[in-house]
T-cell receptor, first 115, second 116 residues
């Protein structure tokens, strides 16, 4: 299983762009990189997923270099409501064999957005 | 109504008691998961199931057992609860072929278990 490493915490101010990096040195060929957001006492919620290069959706962008050993979640113009824990999840989550279930969550990055 | 429902939401019990946490889903997904979260830490996989006849151990299955009674139901049991099983437990579902095709995990609201 690919182990992930993220910064424990980050601070930002409203309106700034935030970049959170995740290291996953032993990512496997079939692994995807997925980011989740979690608010206190709630289950995590999907933000974005990618395999390589850049992916963008309505809330975030995900940058993945060619060697895929790291990824960066970019949140444009954060607001107070973006204060949460962000998790990088690496695994063959789309796969059809049962190993696809063994995706690993890291300990997450606590993002605090200040006014 | 929530797509993934966990019961109970909160439970306090004593060491040695048997506890069952239940999860039901209306998403029609084949894959279901049980995770455990300790304060300040990430989620760790306990068990997962890809269909009714398929049960797989995750990272931390010791001390836990599961039952997949139907496609929509996946229960987690602690046969003899101990204090270090005090944690927040999450059930999740996924289906790689549906929606965005990402294998996105859909989580319940969590079950907070305290073992005294």
């Amino acid at each position: 299983l690919a182990k992930t490493t993220q910064p424990i915490s980050m601070d930002s101010y409203e309106g700034q762009e935030v970049n959170i990096t995740c290291s996953h040195n032993n990512i496997a060929t079939n692994d995807y990189i997925t980011w989740y957001q979690q608010f206190p006492s709630q289950g995590p919620r999907f933000i974005i997923q990618g395999y390589k290069t850049k992916v963008t959706n309505e809330v975030a962008s995900l940058f993945i270099p060619a060697d895929r050993k790291s990824s960066t979640l970019s949140l444009p113009r954060v607001s107070l409501s973006d204060t949460a824990v962000y998790y990088c999840l690496v695994g063959d989550i789309r796969g059809q064999n049962t190993n696809a279930g063994k995706s690993t969550f890291g300990d997450g990055t606590t993002l605090t957005v200040k006014p | 109504d929530a797509d993934v429902t966990q019961t109970p939401r909160n439970r306090i019990t004593k060491t040695g008691k048997r506890i069952m946490l239940e999860c039901s889903q209306t998403k029609g997904h084949d894959r279901m998961y049980w995770y455990r979260q300790d304060p300040g830490l990430g989620l760790r996989l306990i068990y997962y199931s890809f269909d009714v006849k398929d049960i797989n151990k995750g990272e931390i299955s010791d001390g836990y057992s599961v039952s997949r009674q139907a496609q929509a139901k996946f229960s987690l049991s602690l046969e003899s609860a101990i204090p270090n099983q005090t944690a927040l437990y999450f059930c999740a579902t996924s289906d790689p072929s549906s929606g965005r095709g990402t294998g996105e995990l859909f989580f319940g609201e969590g079950s907070r278990l305290t073992v005294l």
